[in-house]
Structures are given as structure tokens and as C-alpha cells.
């Protein structure tokens, strides 16, 4: 089995449930968008595309991946919502 198919599911566990508490501040209420599920499959499909003889690296990348999730230091859509945070600050600003 790859090392990396638990830490996907777990991963994937983890952003629904991120989004059904915060589910009002999403674009579809309580439910997260696609393509923070695509960003997800891209790293953890990287991570498995390793070869065996690196099964031990690709387990501890990838819990830590999920680790850092859950701490909230890495989050799929990263990137979106900080594009929304300096589009909103920058409407306040011209306000």
C-alpha cells in the first residue's frame, strides 16, 4: 500500500470538516471548492509519484503536510484567500 493514501484521506477529512464549520465565509456555503480538493490530489499525487526506495520520505512529507494543516500552517487554497484578503484591504483603503 502507498504511505501515501492515509494522509490523503486524513487530508481530505480535514479541509471538509474545516469547511463545514467556517461554511458562511465560503462561496458556496459549507461546502469547500474544488480546487482546493484538486491542490490537495497535486501534492499528495507529487509525493506518491516518488520512488519506492523513498517510502519513508514520502510518509513523513506527507503527514506533514497533514500535521501543518492541521495546525493551520499550510491550507489547499492558500493562495485564494490571500488574494481576497489584500483585494478586500484594498477596497477599504480606497473607501
Known amino acids: 500500500m502507498n504511505p501515501v493514501l492515509a494522509p490523503l484521506a486524513l487530508e481530505t477529512v480535514l479541509v471538509t470538516w474545516r469547511a463545514v464549520q467556517d ?3 465560503l462561496p458556496v456555503a459549507y461546502m469547500p471548492l474544488p480546487s482546493t480538493y484538486t491542490s490537495i490530489l497535486i501534492v499528495f ?7 519506492d526506495s523513498a517510502k ?14 492541521a495546525l493551520n ?3 489547499p487554497s492558500g493562495k485564494i484567500q490571500a488574494v481576497n484578503q489584500v483585494a478586500s484591504e484594498n477596497s477599504r483603503a480606497t473607501a
Do not use: R, Y
Not at 45 to 51: W, Y
Not at 56 to 69: D, H, L, M, R
Open 23 to 25: 461554511g458562511k465565509n
Open 45 to 51: 499525487g507529487g509525493l506518491s509519484l516518488l520512488p
Open 56 to 69: 519513508q520520505v514520502q510518509s513523513i512529507a506527507a503527514w506533514g503536510f497533514v500535521i501543518a494543516t
Open 73 to 75: 500552517f499550510w491550507t
